[in-house]
């Protein structure tokens, strides 16, 4: 059940929306995280998310496999911090982030 948790903390389907980090906590960033092949509905997911000053990091790739599912949206959930994040980098693009802003949609 622990196991599940934590996949699920990184990685949660709920119906047609993929969330990234949903349950993941600010402190879990500082060595960064990494996500390779995991399996979801709507094929596997690699993804790695880290700190860089103010900016979160993430660069993902979902490969689709025979009879996945498509998903409506991929939400990114940004982790509360002391400290703001300003802006996340997705695949080498820099999307702004509002105050308090605690979910990126990604697709």
């Not at 960064?32 to 103010?54: C, H, L, N």
């Not at 998903?71 to 002391?82: G, T």
Request: hydrophobic residues 40%; positive net charge; aromatic residues 8%.
């Amino acid at each position: 059940q622990f196991i599940q948790l934590y996949r699920n903390s990184l990685v949660f389907e709920d119906k047609d929306v993929l969330h990234l980090c949903w349950g993941a906590r600010h402190d879990w960033l500082r060595n960064g995280i990494k996500v390779r092949r995991a399996p979801t509905q709507f094929g596997s997911i690699d993804f790695d998310i880290k700190m860089a000053g103010k900016t979160l990091v993430l660069e993902y790739k979902l490969v689709r496999g025979a009879g996945s599912e498509t998903q409506r949206e991929i939400n990114l959930h940004i982790p509360s911090s002391a400290e703001p994040i300003v802006s996340v980098r997705v695949n080498g693009e820099i999307r702004g982030l509002s105050p308090n802003q605690r979910v990126l949609r990604l697709e």
